[in-house]
C-alpha cells in the first residue's frame, strides 16, 4: 500500500504515552473521583449561578438594549421597535447631537449631548418633578421626561422634536 | 498478539475470581495502552483520564463474563473503544489543552525554543486528529498508536476491513491537507 509522507510522523506523534500514577487510585477509588467530581459540579454550579445573576441584574438594572446612533431616523424606528413609542425627533435638531437610545424596565431613554454635556429624554419612566433642568409632560398616554445638565440646555433640548 | 498466554489466563481467571491483586497486575499490563488511546483520541489529559478510569471499572464489572475463547485484549479494546465513543457521545470535553506549552516552557533539558516547536508540532498533530469524525479517529488512534492491522481494527469496531481501510483513506485526505503546513517542522523539530 502506498505510504504518505506523513505516516511515520503520526506513528511518531501519537506513540503510546505512560498512564499517570494516579490512574490506579482512581480506578482503586472511584467514589473518591466522583465526590471530588460532585464538588467540583457544585462548585461550577454555583459559578454559573453567579454569573447568571450578575447577567440578570445588568440585563434588568442596566437596560437590555441600546442603539449607539446618531441618526434620528434609526433611533425613531428603534425606540417604535423597542417600546412602541413614535418619539418624533427632527431630522436636524438644532444644537443638540443625538447619542443613542436605551430600552429597560419598560423605559425608552434617548440619550443626546447639548455643548458637550449629557442629556437624556425618557418615554414612561417614572413621573419626575418638574425643575430648572428637568421638564415632564403627558402626552398621548405616555410619560416624557427631558432632563439637561442646565437650564440653558434644557430649552435648546426642545428642539429634538420642535422647531426652535 | 491479541492472544493470551498461560500467565495472563491464570491472571485473568484470579480476576475472576474476585483477586484483587490480581487486578492490579491486569492493570499493570495494560494501563498504557488504555490511557493511550483514550488520550490520543480525546486530545485531552483529563478526558482520558475519566476515559481510562470508566474502562477499568467496566472491566472489573463485567470480566465474570469474559470467556476466555475471546481474545483479551479484544475484548479490552472494544470497552476502550465504546468508552470513547460514549464519553464523546455525553459531550464532555475534548479539547487539547496548555498542560503541553506549560511543560515545554519548565524544560530543562533543552533549549526551550526547540521544546516549544516540537509541542507546537505535537499539539497542532493531536488537535488536527482530534478534529477528525469519531469513526475516523479511531481507526487513526487504533492504527497509529497501537499499530494494530485492519483485520484486527475491524474486529475492534465490529466493521469489515474495507470499511476500515477506506475510514482510514478519508482520514488520510484530511490529515494530509492539514498537516502539509506542518512538513517543514516535522522535520526541524
Request: hydrophobic letters at 40%; aromatic letters at 6%; one cysteine or more.
Amino acid at each position: 500500500m502506498h505510504r504518505e509522507w506523513f505516516e511515520p510522523v503520526l506513528a511518531h506523534q501519537l506513540d503510546r504515552v505512560a498512564a499517570p500514577e494516579e490512574l490506579w487510585e482512581r480506578v482503586r477509588n472511584p467514589g473518591l473521583r466522583r465526590k471530588k467530581e460532585r464538588v467540583h459540579r457544585i462548585v461550577n454550579a454555583a459559578r454559573v449561578g453567579a454569573c447568571a445573576t450578575i447577567l440578570l441584574f445588568v440585563w434588568i438594572y442596566m437596560g437590555h438594549g441600546g442603539l449607539r446612533s446618531g441618526d434620528p431616523g434609526e433611533i425613531r424606528a428603534w425606540v417604535k421597535a423597542q417600546a412602541g413609542v413614535d418619539v418624533p425627533l427632527r431630522a436636524r435638531p438644532a444644537g443638540v447631537q443625538l447619542v443613542g437610545a436605551n430600552f429597560a424596565k419598560g423605559s425608552v431613554e434617548i440619550v443626546y449631548r447639548v455643548g458637550g454635556r449629557d442629556g437624556r429624554l425618557k418615554v414612561d419612566g417614572r413621573h419626575a418633578v418638574s425643575s430648572v433642568r428637568v421638564f415632564t409632560w403627558s402626552m398621548d398616554g405616555h410619560i416624557y421626561t427631558l432632563e439637561c445638565a442646565t437650564p440653558e440646555d434644557l430649552k435648546v433640548a426642545c428642539n429634538l422634536c420642535h422647531i426652535g | 498478539m491479541l492472544v493470551l498466554d498461560a500467565n495472563d489466563r491464570e491472571v485473568i481467571e484470579a480476576c475472576q475470581r474476585g483477586d484483587s491483586d490480581a487486578f492490579r497486575v491486569l492493570f499493570e499490563a495494560h494501563k498504557d495502552r488504555v490511557y493511550s488511546i483514550a488520550l490520543r483520541y480525546s486530545g485531552d489529559p483529563a478526558a482520558a483520564m475519566d476515559i481510562a478510569q470508566e474502562s477499568f471499572l467496566k472491566v472489573l464489572g463485567a470480566i465474570r463474563d469474559f470467556r476466555a475463547e475471546a481474545g483479551f485484549e479484544s475484548w479490552l479494546y472494544r470497552i476502550v473503544v465504546n468508552t470513547c465513543l460514549d464519553y464523546q457521545r455525553r459531550g464532555r470535553r475534548m479539547m487539547p489543552c496548555l498542560g503541553g506549552l506549560i511543560e515545554a516552557v519548565s524544560a530543562h533539558s533543552e533549549t526551550v525554543l526547540h521544546r516549544l516547536m516540537r509541542t507546537e508540532v505535537e499539539d497542532n498533530i493531536q488537535r488536527i486528529v482530534a478534529r477528525l469524525p469519531p469513526e475516523q479517529r479511531m481507526v487513526v488512534v487504533l492504527r497509529y498508536t497501537e499499530g494494530l492491522s485492519y483485520e484486527e481494527i475491524a474486529r475492534m469496531l465490529g466493521c469489515s476491513a474495507g470499511t476500515v481501510a477506506s475510514r482510514l483513506n478519508r482520514a488520510h485526505k484530511i490529515l494530509e491537507r492539514r498537516l502539509t503546513h506542518l512538513r517543514g517542522a516535522v522535520g526541524n523539530a
